[in-house]
């Protein structure tokens, strides 16, 4: 399946105590916003002008949990997935080095991948 074609967005997001790393594929974009409640309502604003077909982020020790809550209140498709599988998945596609931006965009590689 061509997902250019289909116009899907899937948006991945690496989570930690203090930020929200955010990144849309396929557009490229990438934004970061505070992992505290005015921080997760900016970024669900964000993310929400895009339109996603879906919104990826990895468990991380329940640091996302107020964004899942606050997604699943905005009716965002929104689903938590294995840190391990997106790690697996990133060197599998070749992407070894470790970044937030590039963990990011891996988790949102991770989603569009049938």
Do not use: W
Not at 62 to 72: G, P, Q, S
Not at 75 to 104: E, H, S, W, Y
């Amino acid at each position: 399946m061509n997902h250019l074609i289909d116009n899907e967005i899937n948006i991945g997001i690496d989570t930690s105590q203090a930020l929200l790393d955010i990144y849309v594929r396929p557009l490229g974009h990438y934004a970061s916003f505070g992992n505290n409640p005015q921080g997760i309502k900016e970024a669900i604003e964000y993310i929400r002008s895009f339109t996603p077909s879906r919104v990826v982020i990895e468990a991380t020790g329940r640091l996302e949990l107020d964004f899942v809550i606050e997604a699943e209140k905005a009716k965002l498709p929104v689903c938590i997935c294995n840190p391990m599988q997106i790690r697996q998945f990133a060197k599998a596609v070749g992407r070894i080095a470790k970044t937030d931006k590039l963990d990011a965009e891996a988790i949102a590689h991770f989603s569009e991948a049938d």
